[in-house]
């Protein structure tokens, strides 16, 4: 049964704050500074804890359950019967998707080739709020550290990526960016 919402204080006079609304630019900049900070705190705390590898095992089941169901059976047979295209098209939308913090110039990747590609984010946008939050949060830790737990992300086993087939074999980190080489297997 619900409980009736009461007015808190009807007798005091509200009024519309005086502030100019964001624009979507400046919004957007918020939003990804926001979650990159969010992101260190996480995983500072969870390295303080000691309970990085559960973090991204819960993460990694997160994403799981994001996936869309039909996606998965779909996804098994197409790469099983094409799978450059299965590559070329899923890193397609994985660019699509990390749009939310990236520029679409960090992207690149070469044509797929015997069930390989290679994938390069370059001048990260990412990697540079990395290293602004460990220093203004104060945290004692590699600027390549947070880049370590994405890889693995990506690597677990249950990763959606892993569970269709598509595993990273080689994972170089280059100056503002990183290079992963994905083998269908």
């Known amino acids: 049964m619900a409980k009736e919402v009461k007015r808190h204080k009807p007798d005091v006079k509200m009024q519309k704050p005086n502030t100019k609304a964001m624009s979507l630019e400046e919004k957007y900049d ?17 390295k303080r804890l000691g309970t990085v590898k559960e973090w ?8 799981n ?3 869309p169901r039909f996606l998965g059976p779909i996804a098994k047979a197409v790469t099983k019967l094409a799978p450059n295209l299965a590559l070329r ?7 699509k998707l990390d749009q939310q913090h990236h520029d679409i110039s960090e992207f690149e990747y ?8 290679v994938v390069r984010w ?24 947070i880049c370590e737990v994405e890889k693995m992300h990506l ?19 280059e100056e ?10």
């Not at 918020?30 to 969870?46: A, Q």
């Not at 070469?110 to 590609?117: R, V």
């Open 89 to 95: 098209k899923c890193f397609d939308s994985v660019f």
């Open 155 to 173: 690597t677990h086993p249950n990763h959606p990526g892993c569970r269709m087939g598509f595993f990273p074999t080689e994972i170089v980190w």
């Open 56 to 63: 991204v095992d819960d993460t990694v089941e997160a994403y």
């Open 65 to 67: 359950k994001s996936v």
């Open 176 to 185: 503002g960016g990183c290079v992963w080489t994905y083998k269908k297997q």
């Open 122 to 145: 370059k001048n990260c946008a990412r990697f540079k709020r990395h290293k602004k939050w460990i220093k203004q949060l104060g945290y004692d830790f590699d600027d390549r550290e």
């Open 30 to 46: 918020r939003c990804c500074d926001f979650f990159e900070m969010d992101h260190m705190i996480s995983y500072y705390t969870h």
């Open 110 to 117: 070469s044509e797929p080739k015997d069930g390989e590609i």
